[in-house]
C-alpha cells in the first residue's frame, strides 16, 4: 500500500468504528417511505397547534428505549412505544409499541433495566420499517415525551440517517405544562410525577407502558393548566416567555 492508500484507510477507521445498524439501512430506503414523511412535512406547515384550544388538541405520547443517551456517537433506539390522546383521553387500544433490529443487543445494564432480550431484537422487525410504521400512526400530531431532549436527539438522529430528510414533528415536554402548575415542586423522574398525581405505570422502562403513564401525566396537566385559565399552547408560551 503506497502512502496516499495508507493516509486514505486511516481516514476511515473512525467512521467504520462508529458505524451501526442505521448506517447500514442508508442505502435502503424505500422512496415512498421518504415521500410520505415528507409529505407529513407539508402538511405540519400548514398547522397551528399552538392555537388549537387544549380540549381539541389531538396528539400522539411516545417513549423510547435505547442502549445509551447519547445517538452521534452510536446509541440506538431498541423499541418505540406510542399512545393518542384525543379530547382529553388517552386512547390505550390506540397504540404503537415496537422492538427494532438489532445485531449486537443490549449491554447487561440496560437488558436488566428494559427486559429487552438479544434475541427478541434479532426477531423485530428493521428501523426503517418501524420508522414507516410509527410515521404512519402519529401522521401530522404534535408528540408528547417526558424528558423530551431524549426522544428529540434520537428521532432527529435516525430520520436523517435512515430517510436523509430532517424530522419536523414538534416535540412537547411535559415539564411545559408541570413548570406551571408546580412550580415550587422539585420533581424530576417519571416516577416521581405518576406517584405524585397517583398514576399506574404497569411496567416502568417498557416503551409503551412508559407512553401511556405519560399520557395520563400530560391529560392531568392539561387539566390544571386549564383552570388557571390557559385555553392553548399559544397561552403558555406567551405566559413562559414573560417570565424569563
Partial sequence: MNMIGMMQFLRQIPEKLRSNSYSSLANQNVPSNIAFVRQLQREMKKQDV?????????????DIETTGFHPNNGDEILSIGAVKVQEGKVLEKDAFYSLIHNEKGPSDQIQALTGILKTDLLMAPPLDR?????FQFV?????IAHHANHERSFMQHVTWSVLKTRFEHRVIDTSFLTKINEANLNVVT?????YHYGIQIKKRHH????AIATANLWVESVRLIEEKGF????????Y?????
Fill in 207 to 210: 416503551a409503551l407502558h412508559d
Fill in 130 to 134: 418501524v420508522l414507516n410504521d410509527f
Fill in 139 to 143: 401522521k401530522s400530531d404534535p408528540l
Fill in 190 to 194: 417519571l416516577d416521581a410525577w405518576c
Fill in 240 to 244: 413562559l416567555a414573560t417570565q424569563k
Fill in 231 to 238: 385555553h392553548s399552547l399559544r397561552d403558555v408560551y406567551s
Fill in 50 to 62: 399552538l392555537e388549537v384550544p387544549f380540549a381539541n388538541l389531538n396528539v400522539v405520547v411516545f
